[in-house]
């Protein structure tokens, strides 16, 4: 292991530079996933957050490529977030510093309507994964405070009864509320949102 972190450390700038400028760079939306969901496995991989970090510089590469392929195939999109998804669970702490930057860009993902629920619903379950690990940083996230909480609870009214039958956009919205509300320090937060929402009608 000690061998392999020896290693990893002196071709870093190497991968780096392979993942951001031929991968995540490219205009073909496949390829641009594969190498999101490569790039997430292969952090998924890492154990040691010091080496994880050194993959900072990544993230945004990352998010942009999901964007692009939501865009351009909203298949290939859905695949790049479940891709996200997975390293959000297995390394929140990789995400600390960019949770303003994650959830500005997931609630573009939620507000666009010609999204299908299922991709908005993994959207949420992103941030419900990062605001479990790190519910300090996701609280102070201003993203979260004037965007990410009202749209959650216009997901919870924008039920269509042709299309969601089963109320399943209601229900995520109702679930995602109550986990954000069982996240230590978040309901205090979350309580003066909605105080506030409120005051402006």
Known sequence: MRTLITFLK???????S???????????????TST??????????????TLINKFNSLFENMID???????NDPEQGF???NAINSLADKHPKYFKNNVDFLINVICQVINEESFESKIKTLAIEIISTI???????????????????PLLFKLMLDVDYQKDNELSSW????SCYTLLLSVRKMKKTINL???TQQERR
């Open 65 to 71: 490529s999901i964007v692009y392929a939501l865009k």
């Open 171 to 174: 229900s995520k919205g109702v």
């Open 131 to 149: 605001s479990a690990s790190l519910p300090v940083a996701v609280r102070k996230s201003n993203a979260l405070n004037s965007t990410y909480i």
């Open 18 to 32: 392979l993942f951001i400028f031929i991968g995540l760079s490219d205009k073909e939306v496949k390829v641009r």
């Open 193 to 195: 949102i909605c105080f």
């Open 36 to 49: 999101l969901k490569s790039t997430s496995q292969f952090l998924n991989n890492l154990s040691s957050m």
């Open 10 to 16: 002196k071709v870093i700038n190497i991968l780096k």
């Open 79 to 81: 695949n790049a977030l």
